[in-house]
C-alpha cells in the first residue's frame, strides 16, 4: 500500500514542488485554503481529525508575506503558530510524523557576516512573521517528538511571487532596479528544497514503525551552499539573461537596507550552517549559482 501524505500549502512555491516530488513516493492529499483555512484552528482540528488515512504530515503553509504581516499579527499567529501545533497534536494522536517548514528569520542576524548560524544557535525574530515561525516550530519541537524541522532560506521558484520574479519582471521591463547588498544569505529554488525533502521522506516512511524512533529527528538547515547578497543575486540573473537573450540591460545597481524602508526588519545576515544535514542525513545541497542555473533553464524549457 502506497503511503498517505497530507500536505499543506500545495500551492506555495514549495508546496507546489513538493507535490511533484513527493507523488512518486507515496500518495500526496495535497490541501490549500479552500479545502481548509488554517486560520480557523477548530475548522483545522475537525479537518484533520476526520480525514483518514495520513502516514506523514507535511506542512509548508504559512502567511508568507512578511511587510503585511506586520499589520496583522493574529491572523499570522493563527496560520503560522496555531496551525502548527494542531497538526503536531494530530500527528501524536495517530503516532505519525510530521515535517515543518521554517525561516532564517527566527534569527535577528546580527552575527558577523563571515559566521553562519547553526540549528542550536539561540533564536531572536525581528518581525511578527520571524517570531509566529520561531513559535510554530517550538510547538512542534515541544508536542511531536518524531519531527523534521526544516529552516530554509531566501527561497524563489517559478511559481508565486519571489524576488528572482521580480528581477525577471523588471528585465524584460528593460529596467535596472537598486538592489540591497548588505544583506546576505543563499537564494535556494524551491525545486531543490522539494527534491532534498523527498531524499529525507523515504528514510523516515521505509523504515518499519518500530524503527522510526531511530530517525534522527530534529531541525535541519536546508539553503544553498555559499554566499550572496540580493545586490549578487539580482546581478547574476541579470547577467544570464543577457547572455541567453544578447541583450545589454543595465546590471542592478546597489544600495543600502536604508535606502529601501520596508514594515518588517530583515536580518542582515541569514546564512545558514548546512553541516548538520550534510553529517547526520548525508546531503549536501549545490550552490546558489548552480541551483540558479537549474532555474533560468527550466523556464527556458517549461
Ligand atoms: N519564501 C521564502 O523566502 C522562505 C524562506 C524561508 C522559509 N520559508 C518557509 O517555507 C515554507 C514555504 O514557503 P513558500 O515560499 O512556499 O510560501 P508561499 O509560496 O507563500 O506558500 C504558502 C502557502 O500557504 C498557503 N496559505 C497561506 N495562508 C493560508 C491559510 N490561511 N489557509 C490555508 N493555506 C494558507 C498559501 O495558500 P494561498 O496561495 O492560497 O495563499 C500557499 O499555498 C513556509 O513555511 C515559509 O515560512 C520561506
Known amino acids: 500500500m502506497r503511503p498517505k501524505i497530507l500536505l499543506t500549502g500545495g500551492s506555495g512555491q514549495v508546496g507546489y514542488e513538493l507535490i511533484q516530488t513527493l507523488s512518486p513516493l507515496a500518495e500526496v492529499h495535497a490541501i490549500d485554503i479552500q ?30 508575506a512578511v511587510d503585511l504581516a506586520e499589520e496583522q499579527p493574529e491572523l499570522v499567529r493563527a496560520v503560522n503558530t496555531d496551525s502548527s501545533r494542531v497538526l503536531a497534536e494530530e500527528a501524536v494522536r495517530r503516532n505519525i510524523p510530521m515535517i515543518y517548514y521554517s525561516t532564517d528569520y527566527v534569527f535577528d542576524g546580527s552575527r558577523s557576516f563571515n559566521l553562519r548560524y547553526n540549528e542550536d544557535d539561540r533564536t531572536s525574530p525581528l518581525s511578527v512573521y520571524g517570531l509566529t ?49 548588505d544583506q546576505i544569505g543563499a537564494p535556494t529554488w524551491s525545486r531543490v528544497i522539494a527534491m532534498t525533502t523527498a531524499i529525507i521522506v523515504p528514510k523516515i516512511l521505509n523504515a518499519p514503525r518500530e524503527e522510526r524512533w531511530g530517525f534522527p529527528w530534529g531541525t535541519y538547515h536546508i539553503c544553498a551552499s555559499g554566499v550572496a547578497s540580493w545586490h549578487d543575486f539580482a ?66 524549457n517549461k
Open 235 to 300: 546581478t547574476a540573473i541579470f547577467v544570464e539573461m543577457n547572455r541567453q537573450t544578447g541583450h545589454n540591460i543595465e546590471l542592478p545597481k546597489p544600495i543600502s537596507s536604508s535606502e529601501y524602508p520596508v514594515k518588517a526588519i530583515r536580518p542582515k545576515n541569514s546564512r545558514l550552517d548546512n553541516t548538520k544535514l550534510e553529517k547526520i542525513l548525508n546531503l549536501k545541497l549545490p550552490d546558489w549559482q548552480t541551483q540558479l542555473a537549474w532555474c533560468l533553464d527550466a523556464i527556458k
Open 35 to 64: 479545502d481548509v483555512d488554517l486560520s480557523d484552528t477548530l475548522a483545522l482540528e475537525h479537518f484533520v481529525r476526520n480525514h483518514n488515512p495520513i502516514d506523514l504530515i507535511v506542512h509548508p503553509a504559512a502567511f508568507t
Open 133 to 181: 515561525k520561531r513559535d510554530g516550530e517550538t510547538a512542534v519541537r515541544t508536542i511531536c517528538k518524531k519531527h523534521c524541522i526544516l529552516r530554509l532560506c531566501w527561497v524563489y521558484g517559478l511559481r508565486g511571487q519571489n524576488f528572482f520574479q521580480t528581477m525577471l519582471r523588471l528585465y524584460h521591463q528593460g529596467t535596472t532596479p537598486n538592489v540591497v547588498h
